[in-house]
């Protein structure tokens, strides 16, 4: 059975975000993982009411990936609060993921969760390829 990652991200960062969800595709085709993201949801989709919040229902992981676009994004809090409740209710396991710099350690949810890269900063070049995704999946 395959560990379920919805990634809750701001389009803004999504170069970022996708380079990182490459790093995941050796996994995907083991089926190790699967990862839930919007571009996944079909065109036509009531995706606010539905959709999202049952991708993020059904995963294993939530990852935020946080920036100073993702604390301005309506639709990025929206996920942020329903990640808490999981967290809250189920135990499911919310993961930080610094894209950029941004007043994420304000928030107090956000602030009591261990974040990724090390030391709560930003993902520099390089960073997945040596390893954490593999780390987030297996704990």
Same mark, same amino acid.
């Given at each position: 059975?395959?560990?379920?990652?919805? =990634?809750?991200?701001?389009?803004?960062?999504?170069?970022?975000?996708? +380079?990182?969800?490459?790093?995941?595709?050796?996994?995907?085709?083991?089926? /190790?993982?699967?990862? $839930?993201w919007?571009?996944?949801?079909?065109?036509?989709?009531?995706? %606010? +009411?539905?959709?999202?919040?049952?991708?993020m229902?059904?995963?294993?992981? =939530?990852?935020?990936?946080?920036?100073?676009?993702?604390?301005?994004?309506? *639709?990025?809090?929206?996920?942020? /609060?329903?990640?808490?409740?999981l967290?809250?209710?189920?135990?499911?396991?919310?993961?930080?993921?610094?894209?950029?710099?941004?007043? %994420?350690?304000?928030?107090?949810?956000?602030?009591?969760? $261990?974040?990724?890269?090390t030391?709560?900063?930003?993902?520099?070049?390089?960073? %997945?390829? *040596?390893?954490?995704?593999?780390? $987030? =999946?297996?704990?």
């Amino acid at each position: 059975m395959s560990v379920k990652i919805f =990634i809750s991200y701001t389009h803004s960062d999504g170069t970022t975000v996708k +380079n990182v969800i490459d790093t995941f595709a050796p996994m995907e085709r083991i089926k /190790e993982v699967e990862i $839930l993201w919007d571009r996944d949801i079909k065109a036509g989709s009531d995706f %606010w +009411n539905e959709d999202i919040p049952k991708m993020m229902d059904e995963s294993d992981i =939530i990852c935020l990936f946080l920036s100073t676009a993702y604390l301005a994004s309506e *639709s990025c809090i929206k996920e942020k /609060e329903i990640a808490e409740k999981l967290r809250k209710e189920k135990g499911l396991v919310v993961i930080p993921i610094i894209v950029g710099d941004s007043p %994420w350690q304000d928030d107090p949810f956000l602030k009591k969760l $261990l974040a990724l890269p090390t030391d709560g900063h930003a993902i520099k070049s390089g960073y %997945w390829e *040596s390893g954490p995704c593999r780390s $987030l =999946i297996r704990g």
